[in-house]
C-alpha cells in the first residue's frame, strides 16, 4: 500500500478554555498540535495508513511538541526539519456555543513558511502515493515554491494529488489574491475538496453552476455540507453521503479529518483513480469519513481527537440506523 504524504504547516493551536467568548475576551488557552496537512498525516496514519508530513519548524519547545506529537499519532516526521531561522507558527482560537472558531496567527514569518525546496527529497515521492497540501501555506515565497516542486514530483510520478482549499482569509492581504491562487493551483490537482461555502466564494456563482465550473479544472470535486453530508462529483457521476446529526464541541480538524479519513480509504483501495471505485466503494469511503469527523469535533483539539479504526465501527454501528 502506497503513502499519505501531505506538505505546509504545522503549528500549535492555543485553544480557549472557555467557550461562547469573543477572541477578545478569552481568559485562558491550552496547547494543542495542528494545522492542516499535519491533521490530515495525522487522520490518516490512526486509520492505519502510511503517512509522512512535509514542513518546517522552529528549532523550539513548540517545534519539539509538535514532532512528538505527529510521531506518537505514527507520521513519519523524517521530512520535518527544524530550523533556527524562526519559530514555530501560532494559533489563538476562539469557540463559539456551536462549536465554529475565530482565528489570531502568529506567523510573520514562522518556520514553516520558509521552507526551501532544496530541502525535499525527490526520493520521497513514489507510484501509489498520494500528494495532500491546502491553501495557506500558499502564501510565503519559498513554502510556495516547494509546493510547486513537491506537485512536480508527485506527478512525474503518477501520483494522485489532493488538493483542500482550506481557506484562511485573515492570512491573505485581499480575498482575490486568495482566490487567484487557488485557481493558480488547480492545474495537475486530481481530487479538490472544499465546503460548500469556499466553493460559492472561489465562483461567485450558485451551487450547480459552480460544481460545473470547477470539474471543467479538476477531475472529482468533494464537497462538504458540514453535519449535512458530503458530495463527491466526477463529470458522469455524483455520490452524496447524509452527515451525522452530532453535537459539535469543537470544528476544529473536521474538514481535515473528513478528507484524511477519504485519503486514507484511497489508498487501502491501491488506485489512485476514483472513477474506477463503484458508486458503493465511495458511499463507504464517505461514510467513514462522515463518523471520523463527527468523533473529532465531539472534542476539543484536532490530532488529539482522531479515532482509530476500532471508535469508527462502533460509532457506525450505533448511528447507522439513524443515517
Not at 503517512?51 to 519547545?61: K, R, V
Not at 498520494?130 to 510556495?144: D, E, G, K, T
Not at 455524483?238 to 474538514?255: E, L
Not at 469519513?289 to 488529539?304: D, E, M, R, W
Request: aromatic share 8%; charged share 20%; proline share 4%.
Amino acid at each position: 500500500m502506497g503513502k499519505l504524504i501531505t506538505i505546509g504547516e504545522a503549528l500549535i493551536d492555543f485553544m480557549p478554555r472557555e467557550t461562547g467568548a469573543p477572541l477578545s475576551d478569552v481568559s485562558a488557552f491550552e496547547r494543542a498540535a495542528g494545522g492542516a496537512p499535519a491533521n490530515v498525516a495525522a487522520c490518516a496514519a490512526r486509520l492505519g495508513a502510511r503517512s509522512m508530513l512535509i514542513t518546517q519548524l522552529g528549532e523550539d519547545a513548540f517545534g519539539d511538541f509538535l514532532i512528538k506529537t505527529l510521531r506518537k499519532a505514527g507520521v513519519d516526521v523524517s521530512a520535518v526539519r527544524q530550523a533556527k531561522e524562526a519559530g514555530t507558527g501560532l494559533a489563538f482560537v476562539s469557540l463559539r456555543e456551536d462549536g465554529e472558531r475565530e482565528f489570531l496567527f502568529y506567523r510573520s514569518p514562522s518556520a514553516d513558511m520558509l521552507l526551501e525546496p532544496e530541502f525535499i527529497s525527490e526520493l520521497w515521492f513514489k507510484e501509489g502515493d498520494i500528494l495532500h497540501f491546502c491553501s495557506v501555506a500558499l502564501n510565503s515565497a519559498p513554502m510556495r515554491r516547494s509546493h510547486w516542486w513537491a506537485i512536480e514530483q508527485a506527478r512525474s510520478k503518477g501520483m494522485l494529488v489532493s488538493f483542500d482549499v482550506n481557506l484562511r482569509f485573515p492570512l491573505w492581504p485581499d480575498a482575490e489574491e486568495l482566490r487567484k491562487t487557488v485557481f493558480d493551483f488547480l492545474p495537475g490537482v486530481s481530487l479538490l475538496k472544499a465546503s460548500c461555502e469556499e466553493l460559492l466564494f472561489l465562483t461567485g456563482e450558485g451551487h450547480d453552476e459552480s460544481v460545473s465550473l470547477m470539474l471543467k479544472k479538476v477531475p472529482v470535486l468533494l464537497v462538504t455540507y458540514g453535519n449535512k453530508g458530503a458530495a463527491l462529483n466526477m463529470r458522469d457521476r455524483c455520490v452524496f453521503h447524509p452527515g451525522y446529526n452530532t453535537p459539535a464541541v469543537d470544528t476544529t480538524g473536521a474538514g481535515d479529518s473528513f478528507v484524511g479519513s477519504i485519503l486514507a480509504s484511497l489508498l487501502e483501495t491501491g488506485t489512485a483513480d476514483l472513477h474506477a471505485l463503484s458508486d458503493e466503494s465511495i458511499y463507504s469511503m464517505l461514510e467513514r469519513a462522515h463518523a471520523v469527523a463527527s468523533l473529532v469535533v465531539a472534542q476539543k483539539g484536532a490530532i488529539n481527537s482522531m479515532p482509530d479504526p476500532e471508535q469508527v465501527r462502533c460509532f457506525t454501528t450505533a448511528h447507522s440506523s439513524t443515517t
